[in-house]
T-cell receptor
């Protein structure tokens, strides 16, 4: 198994541009989530999904959209990038719908200028 | 929202020393997890705890689920240089709450 994969690994955007961060898992996990990690802030939940067709907001959802059309994929969309969205983004998945024992991808480092 | 207080924020120790860190919460959690993050990588799950009072080991690592369900502890024995990294605690209150709350991390430096 490849586990949780994320693309791209690095990205630079200008303010106002849009982009999609890709996340895929091949473990047939029901639960998937997106976090952002900023210095001194730990990991903060952006959005999560307990199964295909079901998504919900986390702690910091503003400026981000998600969809879950398949079990495997959970893309994160930035509609109009802002410098405050400069961060490292992690996707994670877990087997049960409860969100315990989440396994993380390698991260995407995003810079918005 | 729920918050976890993780301490210490950083530790500088000599190789061979034992390490202790902990997390506390103002509310009850049904699940406690401990993760380690190496530079440039995603967090890796070390230990998962599901029962108050539970003590679980993974090699030189031992974690405990506090009996009040508001805290958890991680101990590392006989530290080695590859233990360097950021250690995060995470908790979930359970039931229909599907969100993990993370502590802000403990940065561990091991001097060989």
């Amino acid at each position: 198994n490849a586990g949780v994969t994320q693309t791209p690994k690095f990205q630079v955007l200008k303010t106002g541009q849009s982009m999609t961060l890709q996340c895929a898992q091949d473990m047939n996990h029901e639960y998937m989530s997106w976090y952002r990690q900023d210095p001194g802030m730990g990991l903060r939940l952006i959005h999560y999904s307990v199964g295909a067709g079901i998504t919900d907001q986390g702690e910091v959802p503003n400026g981000y959209n998600v969809s879950r059309s398949t079990t495997e994929d959970f893309p994160l969309r930035l509609l109009s990038a802002a410098p405050s969205q400069t961060s490292v983004y992690f996707c994670a998945s877990s087997y049960g719908t409860g969100g315990d024992e989440q396994y993380f991808g390698p991260g995407t480092r995003l810079t918005v200028t | 929202g729920q918050q976890l207080n993780q301490s210490p924020q950083s530790m500088f120790i000599q190789e061979g020393e034992d390490v202790s860190m902990n997390c506390t919460s103002s509310s009850i959690f049904n699940t406690w997890l401990w993760y380690k993050q190496d530079p440039g990588e995603g967090p890796v799950l070390l230990i998962a705890l599901y029962k108050a009072g539970e003590l679980t080991s993974n090699g030189r690592l031992t974690a405990q689920f506090g009996i009040t369900r508001k805290d958890s502890f991680l101990n590392i024995s006989a530290s080695i240089p590859s233990d360097v990294g950021i250690y995060f605690c995470a908790g979930r209150s359970g039931g229909s709450n599907y969100k993990l709350t993370f502590g802000k991390g403990t940065l561990l430096t091991v001097n060989p």
